[in-house]
């Protein structure tokens, strides 16, 4: 890549990403949590790919960042990359994915359409606590 593309590739993380911009001189691994996972995705999003992976983004996040991860993860999707994500908070990552699989040591018990898992009454009472 060429300086002006990693330039744009930047500002376009910065956009996305406000905090990082406010904290650029600091040491990554200073940054609270909310925030390395913040720069992790963006990261991630310099190399503009098709497909993004993400291995327990609301890992350690309190409540209020959790919401924020799931937005931004929204918002990668919406604006065209595809976003596979492994995440234990089944309710919080149902409600943003358009397909959905129940692994259960290592194996796939259940799969379908995100919103019919969601409201799936066995799903709901084996993942959801309901």
């Not at 963006?42 to 937005?71: N, Q, T, W």
């Not at 990359?81 to 290592?106: C, F, H, P, W």
């Amino acid at each position: 890549k060429d300086k002006k593309e990693i330039e744009d590739s930047l500002e376009m993380v910065y956009a996305r990403f406000p905090r990082l911009k406010e904290r650029r001189t600091q040491i990554a691994g200073t940054l609270s949590g909310g925030e390395q996972q913040m720069l992790a995705m963006g990261r991630a999003l310099m190399s503009r790919p098709k497909i993004i992976l993400m291995d327990e983004p609301s890992m350690g996040l309190s409540p209020l960042l959790v919401s924020e991860v799931f937005d931004i993860i929204r918002e990668i999707n919406a604006a065209g990359t595809t976003v596979l994500v492994v995440e234990q908070n089944a309710r919080k990552v149902l409600s943003i994915a358009d397909r959905a699989y129940v692994l259960e040591t290592g194996k796939i018990v259940l799969e379908g359409n995100a919103a019919d898992l969601l409201n799936d009454d066995s799903v709901k009472k084996a993942y959801l606590g309901e």
